[in-house]
């Protein structure tokens, strides 16, 4: 066995099909040749070990196309006892040898013709010479097998003898040199698909080992990318903590020029009041307050940390806003109207949420000056919900346009002519790290109205 069967061929698990008809091919032949001499029931041994030999060469050939099944392996089990349980019945009822030889034929030439129909369907994937070869050897079996039959029934009146010695060279030599062939050619095809599928094993390596080089080569590129990413991200941060300075600190800065303007122009003209003097100093340090305590919490938010929080009364905090709110939209002319209903300490840090008021508040006295309008209102309301306190901030300004509404709180992206789009960003911002919500819409009176939700009870995390 090991002459013809190449020891690569074991790594393939239909293999044993094959093996197993060489094995019950052989069997057959020499139960053939030993039968005269021992009982006729070995006959019948012979034509099983025949039949059950082309069976699995049928099944190999099916195995190279699809997976066997269930009902691949019974069906082929049955056909072969069906056919061999006639052969015994007429040889029990003493048929001739040459209807027995008519007989075996029709199994033999179905299992040839199937045979060839599994060839053919591979051969639509496989153009190989070897498999081409292999066709042609079946098909002079098939030939070899039906002129046997035919022979048989022509001369069905000759003994048993006498039908051997007439045909013996024929249907010995022919067909066994045919089997032979067969099994050689299927032995070659074998070895041919085993080679095919070790040049393919190894240019799937060498393509596997060029995919890992380019894999190992964009990770690189990925990590490098990241490390560029981390950077950019910092530099950004540190351009939008800069810039977010800046633009809270115009206020209290331009208050302080005002302020030192005053004193200077009361000073030149020698008409310092001390007590006005005095109120304009304390102005200033209220402002120069207000600017150590932005800095204060804008570094604490650029630093994406956990925020710091403390049990606080919304509607207390925006009381104590008033001297801040009240004196800029007087200057302004604007009303704002006050409906305080949020009566419930919650966690929040004062800074941070005084610094959304106060952006908003400062966005609606901007909106409702442009307004030609001498009505000009803002109304800051707070409610209570099941879990969160409602703030509202409205005006009746001219509010915002529709298309600018989905990026009015992406940074550096603003809805006013010297807007720099950062309030409504750092507002969010502020809004997201307490684990709130901010959005907008139109209020009663026509303008804006900002929405801030902010939870009673927020979920504690993990710094």
Not at 146 to 155: E, F, M, R
Not at 330 to 336: F, G, P, S
Request: charged share 20%; aromatic share 8%; hydrophobic share 50%.
């Amino acid at each position: 066995m090991s002459t013809i069967t190449p020891s690569g061929f074991k790594k393939d698990e239909n293999l044993i099909y094959w093996q197993s008809s060489i094995l019950l091919r052989a069997f057959s032949f020499i139960s053939w040749m030993t039968a005269p001499y021992l009982a006729g029931f070995f006959l019948t041994v012979a034509n099983l070990s025949f039949l059950a030999s082309m069976m699995l060469m049928v099944l190999l050939f099916r195995s190279w196309r699809k997976p066997l099944t269930q009902f691949d392996l019974i069906f082929a089990a049955s056909f072969v006892a069906v056919s061999i349980l006639i052969f015994e019945i007429l040889r029990q009822f003493d048929a001739g040898f040459a209807v027995r030889a008519a007989f075996m034929a029709i199994p033999i030439s179905i299992l040839s013709v199937w045979e060839m129909r599994e060839l053919t369907t591979v051969l639509k994937t496989d153009k190989s010479t070897g498999l081409k070869t292999l066709m042609i050897m079946v098909l002079i079996s098939l030939i070899i097998t039906s002129a046997v039959g035919v022979s048989g029934l022509l001369n069905k009146s000759l003994g048993g003898n006498q039908l051997i010695q007439f045909d013996g060279t024929f249907m010995l030599w022919g067909s066994l040199s045919m089997h032979l062939l067969i099994y050689i050619a299927v032995s070659s095809y074998l070895y041919q698909r085993m080679m095919t599928r070790e040049r393919d094993a190894l240019m799937s390596l060498d393509q596997a080992a060029r995919e890992n080089a380019q894999i190992k080569s964009l990770l690189e590129e990925r990590e490098g990318l990241i490390s560029s990413l981390l950077i950019a991200n910092k530099t950004a941060a540190t351009g939008a903590l800069s810039a977010s300075i800046a633009h809270e600190l115009n206020q209290p800065v331009a208050a302080i020029s005002l302020n030192a303007e005053f004193i200077k122009r009361q000073l030149s003209e020698g008409i310092a009041d001390p007590q006005a003097i005095q109120e304009v100093i304390s102005g200033i340090q209220f402002d120069n307050q207000r600017i150590a305590k932005i800095v204060s919490t804008l570094r604490d938010i650029f630093r994406q940390e956990e925020v710091k929080t403390g049990l606080v009364n919304l509607d207390e905090l925006i009381e104590q806003m008033k001297s801040i709110i009240l004196p800029q939209a007087r200057d302004r002319r604007v009303d704002v109207e006050f409906d305080l209903q949020g009566e419930q300490a919650i966690p929040l840090n004062t800074n941070e949420i005084s610094q959304v008021i106060l952006n908003l508040v400062n966005n609606a006295i901007d909106a409702v000056s442009s307004n030609a309008s001498m009505d000009k209102k803002i109304m800051i309301q707070t409610r209570v919900t099941a879990d969160h306190i409602e703030l509202r901030i409205a005006d009746n300004g001219p509010g915002i346009a529709a298309q600018k509404r989905d990026t009015i709180f992406d940074l550096m992206k603003s809805h006013k002519k010297e807007g720099m789009g950062l309030g409504l960003w750092l507002c969010k911002h502020i809004i997201d790290r307490h684990q709130g919500r901010i959005h907008y819409e139109d209020s009663e009176w026509g303008g804006a109205q900002f929405v801030i939700k902010l939870p009673i009870h927020p979920m504690a995390t993990k710094v």
